[in-house]
């Protein structure tokens, strides 16, 4: 059966997000004082064949911790759908 991933990595919540503070300040400048902060990651949509959704959490889980996120300094997390 085929699977999609979708994957969100972060900067962890305790370090400091340069792009983030960059983004927001230009925002500020542009008017939007209402934005209070702004913190960037990405987006990554994986397409997976899979025998169940379980095996295709536990590949998109190996694949996350292996390679698309570095656990040092960022967190993920991803849905999983048909």
Known sequence: ???T????V???KELLDPQ???VNSSLHNLGLT???DVRIGKHITM?????SKE???KATREACKKLLANQVMEAFD???TE
């Open 78 to 80: 991803f849905t999983i």
């Open 1 to 3: 059966m085929k699977y």
């Open 20 to 22: 983030g503070k960059a």
């Open 55 to 57: 095996d295709a959490e």
């Open 34 to 36: 209402s934005v209070l």
């Open 5 to 8: 991933a979708h994957i969100n």
């Open 47 to 51: 397409n997976i064949e899979a025998a």
């Open 10 to 12: 972060m900067p962890l």
